[in-house]
């Protein structure tokens, strides 16, 4: 289990990584659904955890480089303007599952398998606790065909215009946006805070510390340095709405281009969920709050619900393709009625 401190004084994020008795393969069952969380991921390290040993640590962490550097408002702006033409091909949404199977998400250190068995497995995983909301289940389907930006039929976008954690672009990049510089220490209890000791409420042998240093490759960004887009608000202002504002760009927000100019019947929550269910610093760190509207404040809830499906259900559960396949056919069929849509 992995227990995340905010330790605001000292500026740095602390993780307490408790060993259990049953460290791997166990599972930690997440409080308001029957969901089981499964500790590690496909490569048995713990979700989310860049700094693991890991191979890919390195080309993680130069991925978020170029994707901090590159990622500007223009950059933004002509990327939308190119792909919202939608004028690639057309094509079914299953079509699209079937051609996402040849891409690999680099950036993400938690899967190591073909796109279709994550969409799937956080699809169903969705639908076994959420029966009566087909259209999550859906969305848990299709959240990721914008990776097909990847593939050499659209263009084949290098992975940090692809996929990795999205930021709004157009007004000052909050610190809680990842990819930090992270180096570990182990550390002794009476070594914490004592507020953070009380807090952890429970005798454990030894604590993993993680501190994050601001890489600061965002200081290499040009909108870094514009005073139109640098401030707190930039380009926007209080309570705007997240729908006026710009992310970067990847296959959050060109998959919510898709779906929006083919018309789905997808309820509003959908549509935030696609575009919004790689930012993290908003759903982990509740940052750029002072730009959400009502609606946005709502559809946050059924995206924080989202989330911790398509985060832990990226471990070794294999699903049978064939078996759900007529299932989410008939999803598709309901809220895309066109047989091809356009890309
Ligand atoms: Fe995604
Ligand atoms: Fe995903």
Same mark, same amino acid.
């Given at each position: 289990?992995?227990?995340?401190?905010?330790?605001?004084?000292?500026?740095?994020?602390?993780?307490?990584?408790?060993?259990?008795?049953?460290?791997?393969?166990?599972?930690?069952?997440?409080?308001?659904?029957?969901?089981?969380?499964?500790?590690?991921?496909?490569?048995?390290?713990?979700?989310?955890?860049?700094?693991?040993?890991?191979?890919?640590?390195?080309?993680?962490?130069?991925?978020?480089?170029?994707?901090?550097?590159?990622?500007?408002?223009?950059?933004?702006?002509?990327?939308?303007?190119?792909?919202?033409?939608?004028?690639?091909?057309?094509?079914?949404?299953?079509?699209?599952?079937?051609? =996402?199977?040849?891409?690999?998400?680099?950036?993400?250190?938690? $899967?190591?398998? #073909?796109?279709?068995?994550? &969409?799937? +497995?956080? %699809?169903?995983?969705?639908?076994?606790?959420?029966?009566?909301?087909?259209?999550?289940? =859906?969305?848990?389907?299709?959240?990721?065909?914008?990776?097909? $930006?990847?593939? #050499?039929?659209?263009?084949? &976008?290098? +992975?940090? %215009?692809?996929?990795?954690?999205?930021?709004?672009?157009?007004?000052?990049?909050?610190?809680?946006?990842?990819?930090?510089?992270?180096?570990?220490?182990?550390?002794?209890?009476?070594?914490?805070?004592?507020?953070?000791?009380?807090?952890?409420?429970?005798?454990?042998?030894?604590?993993?510390?993680?501190?994050?240093?601001?890489?600061?490759?965002?200081?290499?960004?040009?909108?870094?340095?514009?005073?139109?887009?640098?401030?707190?608000?930039?380009?926007?202002?209080?309570?705007?709405?997240?729908?006026?504002?710009?992310?970067?760009?990847?296959?959050?927000?060109?998959?919510?281009?898709?779906?929006?100019?083919?018309?789905?019947?997808?309820?509003?929550?959908?549509?935030?969920?696609?575009?919004?269910?790689?930012?993290?610093?908003?759903?982990?760190?509740?940052?750029?709050?002072?730009?959400?509207?009502?609606?946005?404040?709502?559809?946050?809830?059924?995206?924080?619900?989202?989330?911790?499906?398509?985060?832990?259900?990226?471990?070794?559960?294999?699903?049978?393709?064939?078996?759900?396949?007529?299932?989410?056919?008939?999803?598709?069929?309901?809220?895309?009625?066109?047989?091809?849509?356009?890309?």
């Amino acid at each position: 289990m992995t227990i995340s401190y905010e330790m605001p004084a000292l500026g740095y994020e602390v993780e307490k990584k408790m060993q259990t008795q049953n460290e791997k393969g166990s599972v930690a069952n997440l409080s308001g659904s029957g969901f089981l969380m499964p500790d590690t991921n496909s490569f048995g390290h713990n979700f989310r955890d860049y700094d693991a040993e890991s191979a890919r640590r390195e080309g993680v962490e130069n991925f978020y480089r170029a994707n901090h550097i590159n990622q500007t408002y223009d950059f933004v702006n002509k990327m939308r303007e190119a792909y919202g033409k939608l004028n690639r091909m057309e094509m079914s949404i299953w079509e699209c599952c079937e051609l =996402l199977n040849d891409v690999v998400d680099e950036s993400d250190p938690d $899967l190591d398998e #073909p796109q279709i068995e994550h &969409l799937l +497995q956080t %699809a169903e995983a969705i639908r076994k606790d959420y029966p009566d909301q087909d259209w999550l289940h =859906l969305i848990g389907l299709i959240h990721d065909l914008g990776k097909v $930006l990847l593939h #050499p039929t659209f263009g084949g &976008l290098p +992975q940090w %215009a692809v996929v990795g954690d999205t930021f709004p672009v157009g007004c000052a990049f909050d610190e809680s946006i990842v990819h930090h510089k992270v180096v570990y220490a182990n550390v002794k209890m009476h070594q914490l805070p004592t507020k953070v000791s009380l807090l952890i409420g429970c005798p454990v042998k030894y604590v993993t510390v993680f501190i994050s240093m601001d890489a600061q490759y965002f200081k290499e960004n040009l909108d870094d340095s514009n005073p139109l887009y640098n401030t707190k608000y930039g380009a926007y202002s209080e309570g705007c709405g997240l729908n006026n504002v710009m992310m970067s760009w990847g296959h959050d927000d060109y998959m919510y281009l898709v779906a929006k100019e083919n018309n789905a019947n997808l309820p509003s929550a959908a549509l935030f969920i696609i575009r919004y269910h790689s930012f993290y610093s908003l759903h982990r760190s509740g940052a750029y709050r002072h730009l959400m509207n009502d609606e946005d404040v709502e559809n946050l809830k059924w995206l924080r619900i989202f989330n911790k499906y398509d985060l832990y259900s990226k471990s070794k559960v294999r699903i049978d393709i064939e078996i759900v396949k007529p299932y989410y056919l008939s999803l598709i069929d309901k809220y895309f009625p066109a047989k091809k849509i356009k890309w």
